[in-house]
């Protein structure tokens, strides 16, 4: 989360029970897989409220088909905000997706996500346009998981710049030009395996220090 | 490290053993208790070689009085260049020397003077003067250890602006003066316990955003 008071109404008729393991599990891949500066308010708060007035057939356990119409429902709406959250961070220019595979365990995959996207050096790298697989690489490295390089790929904008621990031929003006959109994303495979994740960041810029700087308590 | 290449000489005698304890534990004080924006560099490398040429009684194990004294002689060293990395950190306008205490172990203080220091959100109030103590102990309650909000304190140059849970009756314009000057000081008491760390970093201003943002590989 990144200072954030989400409060999400639905009238579907669905238990309390499965409605917080719904809510939880959208959490873990939306609100808790964004990170503006790596900062947490002690606001953060996600609240989802069920008033059963659309009279369906109840859905009374985390499961079943109705179950997962739902999941998928709420957790389309909570990926859009998570991705507005992130794309209103203090001065963004640029909203990033950071996706990273091949990890031995989703969580793992998450750690490295969460390390990329929090480091200042890449962030103000894609403020810059600038496709510097080095501290991509680099974030991924001091994230705490170990992998080998000579299995690693990192792809930007859709421009394979970095296999095998080396960069690749790629044209940098190509890849900066298209740094210039406003979304933009990293992909980071670290080997093999089946884990996988997700995080959504924002690029790190003067409207961040003049934001943060010139507020005063 | 903050992206370090350090290089130190001694012509003490000193055996290979000793001297190898001794750097490791400065290190971790000293190099390994700085930050400029969280980030690390595949360069950084600390490397200490002694000659014996001073003609010294060896000094053959890692205690006894000489080689107290050569510890203390490398500690200040390395406390010295240490500091100086985190005041040359980019665009840095001041340096801040985070010092925690009153947790069960050391482990746990270095761990909330490593958020504080790392916090973009406070090294952007340090840029700006701002004694802004929500940031600061905030940064300090998502560090993963825990403790009573009731039995903390936190000391700005020398000003007590919380204690237990709640700001002091601290005059604003006063803190913000002693902010302005170029090396200022974080404390954060956590409790009564014997834990304690220090770390040094720098502030977060438009000089680091310039630098990192404009570069290109």
Redesign the interface.
């Known amino acids: 989360m990144a200072t954030m008071l989400s409060y999400i109404v639905t009238d579907a008729a669905i238990s309390p029970k499965a409605l917080q393991v719904a809510f939880s599990a959208v959490t873990d891949e939306t609100f808790n897989a964004i990170t503006v500066?790596?900062?947490?308010?002690?606001n953060d708060t996600g609240i989802l409220m069920a008033s059963g007035a659309a009279g369906n057939r109840p859905i009374n356990k985390p499961s079943g088909p109705d179950y997962r119409a739902f999941y998928h429902a709420l957790l389309s709406v909570c990926d859009r905000l998570a991705l507005q959250i992130a794309a209103d961070g203090e001065g963004a220019t640029h909203t990033v997706t950071v996706y990273v595979g091949g990890t031995a365990t989703d969580a793992e995959a998450k750690r490295i996500a969460r390390t990329i996207a929090?480091?200042?050096?890449v962030k103000?790298?894609i403020?810059?346009c600038?496709?510097?697989?080095?501290?991509i690489v680099?974030?991924a490295?001091?994230s705490g998981v170990t992998f080998d390089p000579s299995e690693t790929s990192l792809t930007v904008c859709g421009f394979e710049i970095f296999r095998a621990g080396t960069p690749t031929r790629y044209v940098?003006a190509e890849v900066?030009q298209a740094l210039k959109q406003r979304e933009v994303s990293i992909v980071f495979l670290a080997g093999s395996g089946p884990g996988k994740a997700r995080f959504y960041t924002c690029d790190?810029?003067?409207g961040?220090?003049?934001i943060?700087?010139?507020?005063?308590?």
Do not use: K, V
């Open positions: 500066d790596g900062d947490t308010s002690t929090d480091s200042p050096l103000t790298a403020a810059g600038d496709p510097n697989w080095g501290r680099a974030a490295g001091r940098a900066a790190l810029t003067h961040y220090i003049t943060n700087a010139d507020y005063h308590t």
